[in-house]
C-alpha cells in the first residue's frame, strides 16, 4: 500500500472513535503531473461506490455490493493498492470477477486511474479511502477474495498496533468474506508477516499456504521490486476463511 519506509502519522480520528487507529501513513505526496490530476477530476467519481463514507451514510446502511457493478459477478477486494499494478492486472486477468480496491493515499489513486484508462478495464470500483469503512457497509459473506500487498509496515514496536494484521481489522474482514474465500497477504517485512500468523487465526482464518513462492496470478508491484532492489526477501501466505 505504502512505501517501506514510515511515514508520517496521520491525527487520531475523532473523539467518538478513540481506538481508530490508522493502518497506514500519509494522504497524500508530491505534487502529481497534469495527467494525473486530469483522471483524478474526471474518472475517479464515476468509478467511486457511494454510501461507503461516514459521510455518504452516517447511519452505516448496509450496501448492496451487486449495485456497484450492476452485475452478480464474484467481488473480490484488494487493501490498500499502492501504485494499482496488481489490481488492474487482476482486473484484465479476471473479466468475470469485480474487484473493489481501498487506497486512501491519492497519489496512489491517481496512478491506478492512469493505469485503468491504459488497460480498459471496467470491471473496477474505487474506494479513496479507509477499507474499514467499506467494510463497516458490505453484507456478511459478500467478498470472494481478499488481498493485502506490501502494506504500510510500521516498523516500530509501538507501532505494531496500527498495521492492519490485527484483531480490530481481520475480524471485519472475516465477517466480508464467503465461506472458504481466500486472504493473500504480501510482504517483506518479516515482522509484519510473524504478526500475521499469529493475529490471523485468532480472527478466524486458517493457514493453506506460506512460502517465499508467490501466486501463479501475481505481478510483482513497484513496493515489491524496490524490497529485492534493497535486499529485502518476498513472503507470501494465503488464508482461508473456513
Not at 496521520?10 to 505534487?31: S, V
Not at 502529481?32 to 461506490?49: A, F, G, H, I
Request: aromatic share 8%; hydrophobic share 35%; charged share 25%.
Amino acid at each position: 500500500m505504502s512505501d517501506e519506509t514510515q511515514t508520517p502519522e496521520t491525527p487520531e480520528p475523532e473523539a467518538a472513535r478513540p481506538e481508530w487507529r490508522n493502518f497506514y501513513g500519509r494522504r497524500a505526496g508530491k505534487t502529481m503531473r497534469p495527467s494525473q490530476k486530469t483522471y483524478l477530476s474526471e474518472d475517479l467519481d464515476s468509478l467511486t461506490p457511494r454510501g461507503i463514507t461516514r459521510e455518504d451514510n452516517p447511519e452505516r446502511e448496509i450496501i448492496d455490493p451487486a449495485s456497484i457493478f450492476g452485475n452478480d459477478n464474484p467481488i473480490w477486494l484488494e487493501v490498500g493498492f499502492g501504485g494499482g499494478e496488481h489490481l488492474v492486472h487482476m482486473c484484465a486477468r479476471y473479466p468475470q470477477v469485480n474487484i473493489i480496491g481501498c487506497e486512501p493515499f491519492i497519489n496512489g489513486v491517481a496512478m491506478l486511474l492512469g493505469k485503468i484508462r491504459e488497460a480498459g478495464v471496467t470491471n473496477i470500483a474505487v474506494h479513496p479511502g479507509d477499507a474499514r469503512d467499506l467494510m463497516d457497509v458490505l453484507p456478511e459473506g459478500s467478498i470472494a477474495k481478499a488481498f493485502l500487498n506490501y502494506p504500510d509496515p510500521w516498523p516500530k514496536r509501538r507501532h505494531h498496533r496500527r498495521r492492519f494484521v490485527t484483531q480490530d481489522h481481520l475480524v471485519p474482514l472475516v465477517r466480508c468474506l464467503q465461506q472458504g474465500a481466500e486472504f493473500r497477504v504480501a510482504t517483506d517485512i518479516p515482522s509484519y508477516m510473524t504478526q500475521a500468523l499469529r493475529e490471523a487465526p485468532k480472527a478466524g482464518f486458517e493457514l493453506t499456504a506460506h512460502s517465499g513462492t508467490a501466486w501463479g496470478d501475481w505481478i510483482s508491484t513497484r513496493y515489491e521490486q524496490k524490497a529485492l532492489r534493497e535486499g529485502r526477501t518476498p513472503d507470501y501466505a494465503t488464508f482461508r476463511k473456513p
